[in-house]
């Protein structure tokens, strides 16, 4: 943040709670400000501020209001009758931040939280260490992002009657909820409110409800290319956080943040990065977890313990440890790899309610395995399947490889499930982890790489 608005908010006299929302809620807007407006003005209602903050959150923006860090209109904009919220305006002072110049990526992008206020986690210091011995290609980083943002084009979405998907998540940005809907229905309300519906060709992706799909796809290939920005700034002045995700524990830094391909300007002590992740990671996870919950702490793996598991279950069970599984369906099934692993995604990632081409034909072949994971999420939540596995991969890697790592001394950074070290260091850490996941009963496949990869052309 700028040194105006650190010592504004410095001077609050906060308790180092708030002081930690206060920070949280200003970078926010000023994120969000990046893509969404020109003049810093967010339309936010109360449902989204109680979801994104809380009760405490809020609180401290009323204080952030009447110490004048943040302003807010006073006027409510009049809803339609299908609207609800009543979304408000809210800005950081444009006296603390400028919007309409490069202060808003350059200069708000490397001023540290103070130490003292990020919450502490195990090994957060050794982390960080390492993470400041990293040296980026800054330049070289830069127009590689202007390049990466310049590929974010409408051809990459499907929009309204493009998207062919029988049912459809679709997510209102406006007030952070989603559901299911019928493509029928979806297209329906579409052209009686006059929006659209525009949906990335990646696999897994929601379909947006926009009022334009042309301008969704400009805004967003503006925050993605101001975002990357703001975190190849950081890294270049050596300005890192390190955090737990209070949702699925995992750890969020500036690497997190980062597609895997700007590693390629990145290297350490002058050495170029390898890593070493778990081959399909999620549903190698679920694998052990259907063999051996037992061996996780998190109390939603009792769910899958005393099941009986069938011979469809225990078949994909050795296809997902063996680093197969999108293979299997390919073979199974005669679709496409990327048609696969949408099949496979399904299993995890959908609605327990779902009704999907994809999903039915994976339960033809794995029924038990579809009603196991459908009746965890009926008792859990339709989300929290994938949370609790990445809660486990994060116990895995960041609770008990790392450790072993740092009594190793060896440089390592993580991301997600992949451990990242230098060449010399890739047997041995490719060892502590299979050594690791054979003591959860994840017996599975690991995948190195070249990640920096210094021979390849810069391109």
């Known amino acids: 943040m700028p040194t105006a608005t650190v010592d504004a908010l410095n001077?609050?006299?906060?308790?180092?709670?708030?002081?930690?929302?206060?920070?949280?809620?200003?970078?926010?807007?000023?994120?969000?400000?990046?893509?969404?407006?020109?003049?810093?003005?967010?339309?936010?209602?109360?449902a989204y501020l109680e979801q994104a903050y809380g009760h405490i959150g809020r609180k401290v923006l009323i204080k952030l209001h009447k110490a004048g860090i943040v302003e807010a209109t006073k006027d409510y904009r009049v809803p339609t009758d299908t609207e609800t919220g009543y979304p408000k305006g809210y800005r950081v002072n444009r006296a603390l931040l400028n919007y309409c110049e490069s202060q808003v990526v350059?200069?708000?992008?490397?001023?540290?939280?103070?130490?003292?206020?990020?919450?502490?986690?195990?090994?957060?210091?050794?982390?960080?260490?390492?993470?400041?011995?990293?040296?980026?290609?800054?330049?070289?980083?830069?127009?590689h992002a202007a390049r990466r943002a310049a590929t974010i084009t409408l051809e990459k979405y499907y929009v309204d009657d493009a998207i062919a998907n029988p049912y459809i998540e679709v997510y209102d940005a406006r007030t952070g909820n989603s559901w299911w809907w019928s493509n029928e229905q979806a297209i329906n309300f579409c052209r009686e409110k006059g929006k659209q519906l525009v949906m990335s060709k990646r696999i897994g992706s929601v379909a947006h409800l926009v009022n334009n799909a042309a301008q969704f796809v400009e805004d967003r290939r503006t925050y993605c290319l101001k975002n990357w920005l703001r975190t190849l700034n950081r890294m270049h002045a050596q300005v890192y956080r390190a955090t737990r995700n209070t949702t699925n524990t995992r750890l969020d830094t500036e690497l997190t943040s980062l597609p895997k391909d700007f590693f390629n300007y990145v290297t350490v002590q002058g050495e170029g990065i390898y890593g070493v992740d778990i081959a399909n990671a999620q549903f190698a996870i679920l694998?052990?977890?259907?063999?051996?919950?037992?061996?996780?702490?998190?109390?939603?793996?009792?769910?899958?313990?005393?099941?009986?598991?069938?011979?469809?279950?225990?078949?994909?069970?050795d296809a997902a440890l063996s680093g197969s599984f999108y293979e299997r369906l390919v073979e199974l099934f005669g679709v496409a790899r990327d048609k696969a692993k949408t099949m496979a995604f399904a299993c995890i990632f959908s609605s327990a309610n779902t009704r999907t081409e994809a999903k039915a034909k994976l339960r033809e072949l794995f029924p038990q395995l579809v009603k196991i994971t459908d009746d965890f999420k009926r008792a859990h939540g339709d989300k929290q399947l994938a949370?609790?596995?990445?809660?486990?991969e994060a116990q895995i890697v960041l609770d008990n490889v790392v450790p072993k790592l740092i009594k190793a001394n060896i440089w390592f950074a993580t991301k997600h499930d992949s451990v990242l070290c230098k060449q010399h260091d890739l047997a041995q850490v490719t060892n502590i982890l299979h050594e690791t996941l054979a003591a959860f009963g994840v017996a599975c496949a690991l995948r190195e790489e070249n990640v920096t990869n210094l021979e390849a052309p810069r391109v």
């Open 106 to 143: 350059d200069a708000t992008s490397t001023q540290a939280l103070p130490e003292d206020e990020i919450e502490a986690f195990a090994n957060q210091e050794v982390t960080l260490a390492h993470l400041r011995e990293l040296t980026i290609d800054k330049a070289g980083a830069c127009a």
């Open 387 to 392: 949370i609790l596995l990445q809660r486990i």
């Open 11 to 46: 001077t609050l006299g906060l308790p180092p709670n708030e002081l930690r929302y206060a920070y949280t809620i200003v970078d926010d807007f000023t994120r969000k400000a990046l893509y969404k407006t020109q003049d810093g003005w967010l339309r936010l209602n109360r």
């Open 287 to 317: 694998a052990a977890l259907l063999r051996n919950p037992e061996a996780f702490a998190a109390s939603e793996a009792r769910f899958f313990e005393g099941l009986v598991l069938d011979e469809q279950t225990n078949s994909f069970i």
